[in-house]
């Protein structure tokens, strides 16, 4: 119930804002072509399911702003992982966004002796400037559009995760993305290259007793365009192994974007975030709702 | 000669054929845009002239009625667009016309378009390609085609 109601709660903040907008006469716009602008990723950063992108989230073209709101609900095989937030695209050029991760051992919190329904909290900001190229408009070349970003995490269970080998309770990822939408093979591909010492995603900290140094992670999707409004795909992203009591694994899903009109999309996947915490092979359904304007 | 040097003329004779090849061509029909696209498999899922012509009888309407961008139209003599659409998406899908208007970038000049219209354009152009059915890789390939010309037709 309390997942339902974090959907229906980002879905009416995004109605009212957008009718705030239009009331105010901002320039907002919608004037991308549907799903041009990504959906939001499990970290609020525009992008796919698990990885970022270069593109710029919100359906504003280089004239306006545009802005969404997005609520994630991955359940795991023994976990699970809520995130709801917000972006803002300005001028299709730069993204600032802001999410919150709650992640919650359930049944699971018990057997790890945190307690049951122990739960991690964690705070994402995100800046992400495009730099060059264009993913739509540059058919003709092979330059992809480019974007660096950064995110910047904090995370509320510092003494938990320095219990467990953690170095830090806050960190900062950077990285670069490269996207290209291949529009004669109704593809899109995404390259990102990730420094972070996170340890899965930061909600188990930052840095550990194995590794505590910035290395450089992958991030790849590709996607086929189905229809207008239907884009399927998968996507890997590497991930640091910082932490000695806990192996860590790759993430990988297989997804379906889904948008209904240029004010709501949602996103359905097949998510396996490998290991966490001990506990094997983190497979189960990942359902994103986005609300924008 | 020796088979040696037979051999090496054959494959210096091969290389400059090569790069003949790779030099740019003139555009067969510069004004309008971009190079067609290669084979008739494209032109056919347009349903050839015919289908064209059914398209932008429907998008002529369709853009000059859009609130979005039908300012932008005031004035224009929409038979004439409506047939110079035609034969440019008839070449530009690999179909036997000949585009005979004028180029992209002095056609638009003086409009101050901006990305806004130039998409609202192209959403207009799928809606009508949805209308005749054409299949949504083939209407991609156009799009690629026509994409790029924001850089000449978008000046605001």
Known sequence: MRRVTYFLAALALGASASAAAQAADLPFESGKLLLTGGVTNVEGVGGGGLANWATITGYETRDAIGANVHATYVGLKDYDLRTYGVGVGFYDRVELSYARQEFDTGSTGAKLGLGRGFTFNQDIVGVKVKVAGDAVYDQDRWLPQIAVGAEFKSNDKGAIIHAVGGKKDTGVDYYVSATKLVLDKSLLLNGTVRMTKANQYGLLGFGGDKHDDYRPQFEGSAAYLISKRLAVGAEVRTKPDNLGFAKETRAFDVFGAYAVNKNLSMTLAYVDLGDIATFKDQRGVYLSLQAGF | ?156
């Open chain 2, 1 to 156: 000669m020796t088979k040696f040097h037979t051999a090496a003329l054959a494959a210096i004779a091969t290389l400059m054929a090569g790069s003949a090849l790779a030099e740019p061509q003139p555009m067969a029909n510069p004004a309008a845009g971009a190079e067609p696209i290669v084979g008739d498999a494209t032109y056919k899922a347009f349903h050839e002239k015919e289908g064209i012509s059914r398209i932008m009888a429907d998008f002529v309407p369709r853009i000059t009625t859009d609130p979005r961008i039908k300012a932008r139209f005031e004035g224009v003599n929409l038979i004439r667009l409506q047939l110079m659409l035609t034969n440019q998406v008839c070449y530009l899908t690999g179909g036997p016309c000949e585009y005979g208007g004028r180029d992209m970038k002095e056609v638009h000049a003086s409009l101050g378009l901006t990305n806004l219209d130039f998409n609202a354009l192209a959403e207009d152009l799928q809606l009508s390609m949805d209308k005749e059915g054409v299949p949504f890789t083939a209407q991609n390939q156009l799009v690629a085609k026509l994409a790029p010309m924001q850089r000449v037709i978008v000046t605001k």
